[in-house]
């Protein structure tokens, strides 16, 4: 029998955004991360799943919530609002399941920068929305903390557009983007008297998609920055490792995995190719120019819908006409080979991996690349697939896990995904599963 | 489809003034950055955010994917899609165009916000002139627009050249478009003496330069429709259309056995006085502020304006809007009609065989409101030719001495008179003036003879005819671009008028 504690326990999650397993294994081997070694040591390390499709705002969402898209709303960065062709950004207003820091409002909580959480809402403690964030003063609760914030030269996140002209320049802002995060959770971890403290460093994914090729490559001018960059992760990952006491527990974890890009695929391109999808200006490249000619249309990153008639304004497609064009669609997609190699590893119907009273809002399609292949929407492209300045990109199976406490070892699940997360923090505070399971 | 032309119903939140553009997001790096670069690449990943003020409801979303026919905003009116209830400001709305326009918008349910500092008042004064309609003082003017037709107008005495007083109205009404008319529109009086030429740049291109700035500052998402002239143009000796501001796509510039494409690079501009070099400058400060600072605006290259009807001014004797017939600030149709009225010689410069365009007053506001109602793109410099058709002078004074004697029975002579300008008096014209009819789906509604009837009608009333003549010694010019002061003298008086073929105006 467990015994469980009436004492609240101290909970430190820590996120580093598209971190692979690979990676957090090989750097802390080869005497990069020494602290995340010994962490490694204390605790278990697995490899973990991300959810599908990998990107930071479903994969986040699903570990704050512990649910299923179908559950919680968040199916993409981007999203088409019911019955319209408008592109929308989802945010932490559209979440539909509480995060974990609303399951027990008894204890205080500080949150800072978990992708997916703009604009703050009120809790018991502190929020500090992550990317996407269009201003610091939504982006922050309480907005007492906002000239704090200001005064630490606080980023949200890296500017992305930065990196376009000039790597060096990237490599400055987001080493001073990294520095001003610290300084916030030194402030926070200091003056608030928190149960649960999370903060995300989500610059390791912006140098990847930038610089992935410099971390394979010993030779490569921006190696040693690369590493640079994770070993001052190392550092603060040991710096608020020697803050804890003995009962804290510790969780390190990544949202997906990363690789080398070999060819961005342009989804949309095939579909036009193949008559699926048909725009009333063929260059305009607006989801408001569907036609109603379109059976299937995509979203970021390879999310498909079917242009249903009664669920889109001229959707066409008749619901007994669904299974039809899906079969279509899963033979297109299960043929498409780049130069001799395959791309698509797995097409997975909605209704193998959403389940919840959303459903009906999910993708009838995900697709899964194989290795190398970034999938894209792309609805603007004009090639089927290229290759431009990113050299890595999201990977599902390769996220990771680390979780180091005192309590009961059979906390680990032997294959993690980041819908365990919610359940796992939940047992950690005080022994409890998460609400309504 | 609708009865009427929706020119603008493509068109999306990107365009609306409504819309405020937060940042961009590129997901293949899932990065952020809250600048907006113009570099909106087509085949790029990129998706600029944004919100609607008017609707903050719909979250954060791709602009480009709500249109105006969808978007509940935008009511189906008669000149196109209009934003419900939609804000805009009239710089320089005491004068001829801007009280016209201000009625015009108010009829339509456009909320009218406006300043004059009476500039064009004073200076029509300082000349000894007069406007020959009477207007009445403004207070007079907005209380009669109430209780005449219903409109309210939201006006401030504001010189244009004070920014802190214009930023504050401008920051208070949030206009959702300004239409910038408040400038001195009058070539002969930027070149009486220095004193004319600088004070109308100063006020032309300094106060359209601090407008600019404000606007960056508070209203970056406020369309700009600004006038220019025609005269910014010249009229090119070669004899080479003169296109719209901007070089079609397939223009090319051949030198030396060498091509270059010239698309969409600016075409040369070679103005006719001090005036038309205020409206050239105004063009470049213009074009690049939309360059660094994503600021949009239509420049207005307006054929010169005639007439003295709408339906709005014509509702009351205090809506009148204002008309001149001076040397400085007398535009040569209106002035013609009045000439004829007190049975003075209607003059025309040297030969008479100069070619200008022309547009009626009514339908140049059924332009105005095109453009209102289609906003350029975030960045966009567009430019139109605003006129319905093109004519020569002489050919002009003939059909206003036709109506003048067919219809009314005057006695009327034209006379040729020394051209005190220096322009060419006998050229070639090809003016291109396609985007109003094309883009904005503009129909010149108002024939030339329709219009000149009725300004006969309403300057051969008694009261008017008077106040012609108690300015009719201002009607022959004197003031030379070469700087003499000395009345011009007569060439030739041509008695015998033809009038057949009645059909000279060439309306497009
Ligand atoms: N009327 C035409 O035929 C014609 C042709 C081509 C272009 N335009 C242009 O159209 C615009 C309007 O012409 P209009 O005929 O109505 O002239 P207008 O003189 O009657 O109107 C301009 C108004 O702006 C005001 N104004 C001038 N300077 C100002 C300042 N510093 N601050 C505030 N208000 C100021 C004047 O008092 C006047 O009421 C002008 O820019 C003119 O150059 C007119
Ligand atoms: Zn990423």
């Known amino acids: ?437 | 489809m609708s009865a009427y032309s929706m020119h603008n119903q493509d068109k999306t939140c990107w365009n609306c003034p409504a819309i405020d553009l937060a940042g961009m997001v590129d997901f293949r790096a899932c990065g952020q950055s809250l600048q907006i670069s113009k570099a909106r690449s087509d085949d790029s990943d990129t998706y600029i955010l944004a919100r609607c003020k008017r609707n903050p409801g719909l979250g954060v979303y791709d602009p480009t994917t709500i249109t105006f026919a969808e978007c509940p905003e935008w009511i189906e009116r008669p000149y196109g899609y209009l934003l419900r209830d939609m804000r805009v400001m009239i710089l320089g709305i005491d004068g001829y165009l801007g009280w016209t326009l201000a009625l015009w918008l108010g009829n339509l349910g456009i909320k009218v916000s406006g300043i004059d500092n009476y500039n064009r008042r004073n200076w029509v004064k300082e000349r000894g002139a007069h406007t020959v309609v009477p207007i009445s003082r403004m207070s007079e003017r907005l209380h009669a627009a109430t209780s005449v037709l219903g409109i309210d107008i939201n006006f401030r005495e504001i010189d244009i050249m004070d920014r802190a007083r214009l930023a504050e109205f401008i920051d208070e009404v949030k206009p959702e478009a300004i239409v910038h008319y408040a400038e001195c529109p009058s070539a002969p009086y930027s070149m009486i003496d220095a004193e004319h030429a600088i004070l109308v740049q100063e006020n032309n291109v300094l106060g359209t330069l601090g407008l600019l700035f404000i606007m960056r500052d508070l209203v970056p998402e406020t369309s700009l429709i600004k006038l220019g002239t025609m005269g910014e143009y010249g009229t090119p000796l070669t004899g080479r259309p003169i296109f719209e501001g901007i070089f079609p796509a397939d223009a090319i510039l051949k030198w030396d056995n060498r091509e270059w494409s010239l698309g969409g690079e600016l075409t040369p501009r070679d103005p006719v006085s001090f005036y038309h070099v205020s409206k050239v400058q105004d063009t470049f400060n213009v074009y690049e502020s939309c360059k660094y600072w994503w600021l949009r605006s239509y420049d207005v290259m307006q054929g010169v304006i005639y007439g003295i009807h709408t339906d709005q001014v014509a509702a009351d004797e205090r809506l009148r809007t204002r008309f001149d017939i001076d040397e400085w600030f007398g535009t040569v149709i209106n002035r013609f009609v009045a000439q004829a009225v007190i049975g003075f010689p209607l003059s025309i410069y040297g030969a008479g065989e100069q070619l200008r365009g022309f547009i009626a007053l009514e339908d140049a506001m059924q332009c105005m409101v095109r453009l209102i109602a289609s906003p350029p793109d975030p960045g966009q410099y567009g430019v139109v030719n605003q006129m319905s058709g093109y004519c020569s002078i002489r050919s002009l004074a003939e059909t206003v001495a036709e109506i003048g004697s067919q219809e009314f029975g005057l006695t009327v002579r034209i006379q040729r008179v020394e051209n005190p300008r220096v322009e060419a008096d006998i050229h070639p014209f090809e003016p291109i003036y396609d985007n109003l009819p094309k883009e904005f789906a503009f129909q010149p509604k108002v024939s030339p003879e329709m219009e000149i009837y009725r300004m006969f009608e309403l300057l051969t009333q008694p009261s008017i005819k008077q106040r012609i003549e108690e300015k009719k010694h201002l009607i022959l010019p004197r003031t030379w671009w070469s700087g003499q002061k000395k009345p011009v003298e007569t060439l030739e008086v041509i008695d015998e008028v033809e009038y057949a073929p009645r059909a000279k105006v060439y309306l497009s």
């Open chain 1, 1 to 437: 029998m467990i015994f469980i504690k009436n004492r609240k326990r101290r909970l430190v999650i820590i996120g580093v955004d598209g971190v692979p397993y690979r990676l957090i294994r090989d750097l802390s081997q080869t005497g990069i991360m020494p602290h995340t070694a010994s962490l490694i040591k204390q605790g278990i390390l697995r490899q973990m799943a991300s959810s599908i499709p990998e990107v930071s705002s479903v994969a986040w969402s699903s570990i704050i919530t512990g649910k299923n898209p179908a559950e919680h709303g968040i199916f993409g960065f981007t999203d088409l609002a019911p019955a319209t062709y408008r592109l929308s950004f989802p945010n932490f207003s559209d979440l539909k399941a509480p995060p974990f820091w609303y399951h027990d409002p008894k204890r205080r909580s500080v949150i800072i920068n978990v992708p997916s959480t703009y604009p703050a809402e009120s809790l018991n403690g502190v929020l500090i929305s992550g990317f996407v964030a269009l201003d610091i003063e939504r982006a922050t609760y309480p907005k007492t903390l906002i000239p704090r914030l200001m005064d630490m030269d606080y980023r949200i996140d890296v500017d992305s557009q930065k990196a376009h002209s000039s790597l060096d320049l990237f490599l400055k802002h987001l080493d001073q983007t990294l520095k001003a995060r610290i300084k916030a959770y030194r402030y926070l971890w200091e003056n608030i008297d928190w149960d649960t403290f999370m903060v995300v460093f989500t610059e390791t994914d912006r140098l990847s998609h930038f610089l992935w090729d410099a971390y394979e490559d010993p030779s490569h001018k921006y190696h040693q920055a690369f590493l640079r960059h994770f070993s001052q992760i190392d550092e603060a990952i040991g710096e608020i490792k020697s803050r804890t006491n003995e009962d804290d527990s510790i969780i390190l974890l990544s949202d997906h995995g990363f690789e080398r890009t070999e060819k961005n695929v342009y989804i949309s391109s095939y579909l036009k190719n193949e008559g699926f999808l048909k725009l009333k200006k063929p260059s305009s490249g607006n989801y408001s120019d569907i036609d109603h000619h379109t059976r299937a249309f995509a979203l970021d990153p390879a999310r498909i819908y079917i242009h249903l008639k009664g669920k889109y304004p001229r959707g066409s497609v008749e619901k007994e006409d669904r299974d039809k064009v899906i079969c279509d669609l899963e033979a297109l997609f299960s043929s498409i080979e780049i130069q001799g190699k395959k791309v698509i590893k797995r097409i997975y119907r909605k209704e193998e991996i959403f389940f919840g009273p959303l459903s009906p809002y999910a993708p009838d399609l995900v697709l899964l690349p194989h290795q190398g292949f970034d999938l894209k929407a792309g609805l603007k492209a004009k090639e089927p697939y290229g290759k431009d300045i990113f050299t890595g990109k999201h990977t599902q199976h390769d996220a990771f896990l680390l979780v180091s406490d005192h309590s009961d070892d059979d906390i680990m699940p032997n294959n993690p995904s980041v819908f365990d997360i919610a359940h796992i923090i939940g047992r950690l505070c005080n022994g409890n599963t998460t609400p309504n399971d």
